[in-house]
């Protein structure tokens, strides 16, 4: 099974800064990609920030050039490093892994989500 733990949420200031963390558990399973998606109050969710293993990177111009994505710790932990946030940034954020289990099954998975609050 695979497990996704968030954290790193919390209420920060307009123009401030916060990190997300995402540890990924489940020996069998290798990771080909990760993603944050992020959604607010009656809206959909919608891609953040992704990231696979061969270091491609895709941002939405929403975020571009505020917001970074890593992935280290031998694939098994993720960050969302999010910075001179905005009031629109306010939103519930999910961790997204997708890879396989065992080498064979394919397996994409979601985090609880973690609470983002940004004050004006």
């Known amino acids: 099974q695979v497990q996704l733990e968030e954290s790193g949420g919390g209420l920060v200031r307009a123009g401030g800064s916060l990190r997300l963390s995402c540890r990924l558990s489940g020996s069998t399973f290798s990771l080909t990609s990760m993603a944050w998606y992020r959604q607010a109050p009656g809206k959909q969710r919608d891609l953040v920030a992704y990231?696979?293993?061969?270091?491609?990177?895709n941002y939405p111009d929403s975020v571009k050039g505020r917001f970074d994505i890593s992935i280290d710790n031998g694939r098994r932990l993720g960050h969302l490093q999010m910075n001179s946030l905005k009031s629109e940034d306010t939103a519930v954020y999910y961790c997204?892994?997708?890879?396989?289990?065992?080498?064979?099954?394919?397996?994409?998975?979601w985090g609880q989500g973690t609470q983002v609050t940004v004050s004006s």
């Open positions: 990231m696979s293993t061969d270091g491609t990177t």
């Open positions: 997204n892994v997708r890879g396989y289990v065992g080498g064979i099954r394919y397996s994409e998975n």
